[in-house]
């Protein structure tokens, strides 16, 4: 029997709440065959719902990485001046991991075991904060920072200095050495320092000669 579409997504989002679940109980990684068997529905069924185990994983990362979009999104949409507004972006993200993390250690690092082993079929959604980065990174152009420089090559150089707070793993290995009153500062010295410009008129000057 054809599925209609509101069952097939409302299956699709129980069964990757399901594996979620298996995977925190059993730690360790579940397989297609495993999550057709656990669903209780038969293979055939399994398979108008999943075509095969990259399907399956895309709406695992869907399911775990939803409270992540919500409120990037829900930040992009505010009016916070761009200092807050990137800080925002990245805090909220940082929290939903960190106590995650605090949660149930073994299973985050399960989670983040999963999502390297598959890192193609996450890149999206890497993608997608970046573009929402760089949406940040023009408002703050417009009110006169990162100035000199372009959109890019601000990103690059952001996403590496905020990377322990938007790639999950890092708690993993920095625990607690990682936390919002450090990121304020971090943002805040980005905001203050980060130019192409030089000169007396330059929110920051690099002094720094890379060796040849």
Not at 57 to 64: G, L, N, P, R, V
Not at 75 to 96: A, C, G
């Amino acid at each position: 029997m054809p599925l209609s579409e509101e069952t097939r997504i409302a299956e699709r989002k129980r069964i990757a709440a399901m594996v979620l679940d298996l995977v925190q109980t059993r730690g360790t990684e579940i397989s297609f065959a495993t999550a057709q068997l656990e669903s209780g529905l038969s293979r055939a069924r399994f398979e108008l719902l999943f075509a095969d185990y990259d399907d399956l994983f895309d709406c695992i990362a869907e399911s775990w990485l939803a409270p992540h979009m919500k409120v990037m999104e829900e930040v992009l949409s505010t009016d916070l001046p761009p200092v807050r507004k990137m800080y925002e972006f990245i805090r909220r993200r940082f929290v939903i991991s960190r106590d995650r993390f605090h949660e149930d250690p073994d299973n985050f690092t399960m989670i983040c075991e999963m999502g390297a082993a598959n890192f193609e079929r996450v890149r999206s959604y890497v993608d997608l904060a970046d573009h929402y980065m760089c949406e940040i990174i023009v408002e703050a152009q417009a009110d006169g920072y990162f100035a000199g420089m372009e959109i890019d090559e601000t990103l690059s150089l952001i996403n590496q200095m905020v990377t322990n707070y938007t790639l999950p793993d890092a708690l993993i290995y920095l625990g607690d050495k990682v936390n919002e009153e450090k990121l304020a500062r971090i943002v805040d010295t980005i905001f203050i320092g980060l130019s192409g410009e030089t000169g007396a008129e330059a929110r920051g000057l690099n002094t720094i000669r890379v060796a040849s």
